[in-house]
């Protein structure tokens, strides 16, 4: 019987070899998934600057070859969202959201893609439900963006309240100004000026240094100081 030794043991030369055919695939497979990340990755690189059919034809493979990558399928779905290619753009990411039905991102896009095909339902649907589920904040302002280009604006304030009474920061965080200063922008838009007053305020309690809030106090006439800041919550 052929054998290999090491370190003095014997070890038959067919274990060997049935070693390394089952640990070649292996190792292939961890490179095929090194790739796919790392091209979703870059994809996502080329989006942030709206290179979109360069990120499309770098993730298409990705797509193709392996469908239950939800990196893929969701940096793929943002390209053709961003070209215009809403069909594509839908099929894509609603298979990155059964894969990942829990990632915020994943949902924003997706409702955007529902609101472009004018499904404003189905994303006012998708939307709410995460909001509520996770307590996301970024959901509701999803939501209340859409209602606002869908001509809603009781949806849009309702959802912009929601946001604020998710906005819950993590420990050793501070809470988002974005939920304050998005409902801020609603209140002015709808002539309610003491209540957009109020959020700018409270947003001022969270970050008085953030450069925005200085300046729409300083456009509502509103005076900086100690007493400026407003407590938190709807």
């Known amino acids: 019987m052929n054998t290999a030794s090491s370190h003095g043991r014997t070890t038959p030369t067919a274990i060997l070899i049935a070693a390394h055919v089952i640990a070649l695939p292996l190792a292939l497979a961890g490179c095929s998934a090194t790739s796919s990340e790392q091209r ?8 942030k600057y709206g290179r979109y059919e360069e990120a499309a034809k770098l993730v298409e493979p990705v797509v193709q070859d392996d469908p239950g990558d939800w990196r893929g399928q969701y940096a793929y779905g ?24 829990d990632n915020e991102d994943v949902v924003a896009a997706l ?19 995460f909001g509520k589920d996770f307590r996301s904040w970024r959901a509701y302002l999803s939501l209340s963006r859409i209602a606002e280009a869908a001509g809603d604006p009781d949806t849009a304030a309702t959802a912009a309240v ?20 998005r409902d801020a922008e609603l209140c002015f838009s709808f002539g309610k000026e003491a209540e957009g007053v109020r959020r700018l305020r409270q947003a ?7 450069p925005r809030i200085a300046r729409m106090l300083d456009e509502h006439g509103v005076k ?5 800041a407003l407590p938190l919550g709807p």
Do not use: F, H, W
Request: with cysteine; hydrophobic share 35%.
């Open 111 to 129: 409702g955007d893609c529902m609101a472009r095909q004018k499904d404003v339902k189905d994303a006012y649907q998708l939307l709410r439900a």
């Open 204 to 210: 001022y309690g969270i970050a008085p240094e953030d």
């Open 162 to 181: 929601d946001s604020i009474k998710v906005n819950e920061p993590l420990p050793g965080q501070r809470a988002s100004i974005e939920p304050y200063m």
């Open 78 to 101: 943002r390209a053709m969202l961003g070209m215009g290619k809403l069909e594509d753009a839908r099929r894509s990411l609603d298979r990155a959201y059964r894969l990942r039905a």
């Open 40 to 47: 979703a990755a870059q994809a996502d690189d080329l989006l």
């Open 224 to 228: 900086r100081g100690k007493d400026t």
